[in-house]
């Protein structure tokens, strides 16, 4: 299976940026998905997943209420919808799929599926 990110890019504080997740050569389905993200000189952090049965979802708590995570089974597709932009997001953002087990999800060691990553600039 690949993953390939997509739709990140410049973008003023306050702003929104969708990206998306794609996976080739398998699905979604039955899988947990997330998304990370790694800002210059720090470590790999946990954004958002789906982590529950029934879709349920998983937040870091600096995103709250400003980033949702959906899927679009049709397109095989995981987005995440960013709104209210502030300079501390800019990052790398990183898709992931995996089957982490249960209140681990936050650590990107158990995601082994990977996308390459796209790069969100947030300018204030």
């Known amino acids: 299976v690949q993953l390939q990110a997509s739709g990140g890019g410049l973008v003023q504080a306050g702003g929104t940026q969708r990206l998306s997740c794609a996976a080739s050569?398998?699905?979604?389905?039955?899988?947990?998905v997330a998304w990370f993200r790694q800002a210059p000189g720090k470590e790999r952090e946990f954004v958002a997943a789906?982590?529950?049965?029934?879709?349920?979802?998983l937040y870091t708590n600096s995103v709250k209420g400003r980033f949702t995570i959906s899927r679009d089974n049709a397109k095989n597709t995981v987005n995440l919808q960013m709104n209210s932009l502030k300079p501390e997001d800019t990052a790398v953002y990183f898709c992931?799929?995996?089957?982490?087990?249960?209140?681990?999800?936050?650590?990107?060691?158990?995601?082994?599926?990977w996308g390459q990553g796209t790069q969100v600039t947030v300018s204030s």
């Open positions: 992931a799929r995996g089957r982490p087990p249960s209140g681990l999800w936050t650590d990107p060691e158990y995601w082994p599926v």
């Open positions: 050569g398998s699905t979604f389905s039955s899988y947990k």
């Open positions: 789906f982590v529950y049965n029934g879709g349920g979802t």
